[in-house]
């Protein structure tokens, strides 16, 4: 097969990136123009031009929907490296993705509502824990792989990147970003360094 043949599958994830791509940028114009909670599957569908049935093949609800685009959880570093000062470096890079996630126009106008959707709904919540709670938690396992070989308590861990920043800006309305990474940081190492 020539190099310059692209097989089916191929197409299909450039067209599923496509896609996503119109998605995503629907919905972050509807979150900027009405909030989270007048957003629709079907005013997403107007917004980007996908077929409301694309949409829903691939999610049964707003929330999933938006949290599969809009939320994205840190990568981590590409190398291993146990020295002190690079695992904080490691850890660092994990709170900035979470800090910049969280404060971003996006995470400011979606997580409260998607927070308040999942409580009210058991199904949903039970949906996006297994859908997209678990997946992120093998992300974070990935991460610390290459961080650390320490043992961590990934729940704690996952509870901490995301609550701490949470907490502080959506409820203690602070704005000053590298105060919030540099705490977040410490929490993080103190978790990663409590049990070796």
Known sequence: MDSQTTGPGDRHASRRARTDAKLTTAVNHLLARQGYAALTIESVARESG?????IYRRWSSKAEMVFELMIHLPSGRKNKDNNSDNMRDGLRELAENAVEMISSPSGLAVIPGLLADMQGNEGLRSTMNSLFVKKAQQDITSALSLITSNTVDINEFHATLLGVPY???????ETDKNRIIEQLTDHLLLLVTQGA
């Open 50 to 54: 996908v077929a409301k049935t694309t």
């Open 167 to 173: 907490f502080q800006i959506h409820v203690l309305n």
